[in-house]
C-alpha cells in the first residue's frame, strides 16, 4: 500500500505567494501542488524555487490574470492544458491543466467566477461547467482514477458560506451555479471534504481580504474543491483545511485544502 497526497491553492499571484508556498511543500511534502491564479507569464514563472527543493513544475498564464500551475515530486506524464475542444484546442489554457501521477489524472481548474448574474460572464462560467464536463466524456470514463480540484468558485449548501440568507444569489452561491456544478459531479465525482466532514459547518478555504478579521470572525467561502471518482474516493481517507496559509504574512485569500489517499 502507498500514500499519495494532493493539495490545492489559490495562490493569487505566486511571485508574491513564495514566502508561504516554499517552506509549505519542504514541511508537509505532498505529492501534488495543484495552484490557481498564479498571474504570471510562462517566462516569468519561478519554476527554479520548486525545482530547488526537489519538484518538478508545469504551468501555463498570462500577466495579472488567471493561470494554473501544478508542483510534483514525481514527473509528470500526458501534460495538457485547456478543454481541447474541437473548435478550439487552445480553448482556457490559463484556466485548467491535467496530467498524470502514479497512475491518476490530476485536474487542476480555476472556473470563472462569474462577475454579477446579469453580467456575460456569469453565463460563461455556467456553459464553463458544461463544457467541463463534456471534456470528461470525452477523455475519460468515471472508473477511471481521476481527481478534479482547484477554486471551482462554487459554494454547493448553505453550510459553506457564512451568512447564507444575505449572500444568496451571489455568483458562486446561486441555484444556476450549484445546478451547473451537480451536472458536472452527476458524471462521477465525489466531494472528498464532505466525505469527511459531512455537515461541518464553518469550514471555509475563501476568507475576503476587505472582511476585518475575516478568519478570526470565521467569516468565509468553501469554494475550493477536491473532487475524485468513485474508486479512488474510497481510498481516500482524510480531507482537510489547513487554515496557516491565510494566518501567514501577507497571505493568499485563500488558505491550503489537501487530502490523502492509500492506494
Avoid at 490545492?8 to 501542488?33: A, C, G, K, M
Avoid at 498571474?39 to 488567471?66: C, M, T
Amino acid at each position: 500500500m502507498t500514500k499519495f497526497r494532493i493539495a490545492t491553492y489559490n495562490v493569487n499571484s505566486i511571485r508574491s505567494r513564495l514566502h508561504i508556498i516554499i517552506p509549505w511543500l519542504q514541511e508537509n511534502r505532498p505529492d501534488v501542488l495543484c495552484m490557481q491564479e498564479t498571474k504570471v507569464a510562462d517566462a516569468l514563472f519561478p519554476a527554479d524555487a520548486f525545482k530547488e527543493i526537489g519538484y518538478h513544475a508545469i504551468f501555463r498564464g498570462e500577466k495579472r490574470y488567471n493561470g494554473v500551475a501544478i508542483a510534483s515530486l514525481e514527473e509528470p506524464e500526458n501534460v495538457f492544458y485547456g478543454l481541447d475542444e474541437e473548435n478550439d484546442k487552445n480553448a482556457d489554457e490559463d484556466r485548467l491543466i491535467a496530467a498524470g501521477y502514479a497512475g491518476i489524472q490530476v485536474i487542476n481548474a480555476y472556473v470563472p467566477q462569474g462577475r454579477k448574474r446579469d453580467d456575460a460572464q456569469f453565463t460563461y462560467k455556467l456553459r464553463w461547467y458544461d463544457r467541463f464536463r463534456d471534456f470528461l466524456e470525452r477523455n475519460w470514463s468515471k472508473s477511471d482514477p481521476l481527481i478534479w480540484c482547484g477554486d471551482l468558485n462554487v459554494a454547493p449548501e448553505n453550510i459553506d458560506v457564512h451568512d447564507p440568507k444575505r449572500l444568496l444569489g451571489h455568483v458562486c452561491f446561486t441555484p444556476e451555479v450549484w445546478d451547473a456544478f451537480a451536472r458536472v459531479k452527476a458524471w462521477g465525482l465525489e466531494d472528498l471534504f464532505r466525505k469527511h466532514h459531512p455537515g461541518e459547518a464553518q469550514c471555509y478555504t475563501f476568507y475576503d481580504y476587505r472582511v476585518p478579521k475575516s478568519v478570526e470572525r470565521k467569516l468565509g467561502w468553501r469554494i475550493d474543491h477536491i473532487l475524485a471518482t468513485g474508486n479512488l474516493a474510497d481510498s481516500c481517507n482524510s480531507c482537510y483545511i489547513d487554515i496557516n496559509p491565510r494566518l501567514a504574512d501577507k497571505p493568499s485569500d485563500h488558505t491550503i485544502l489537501a487530502a490523502e489517499f492509500v492506494l
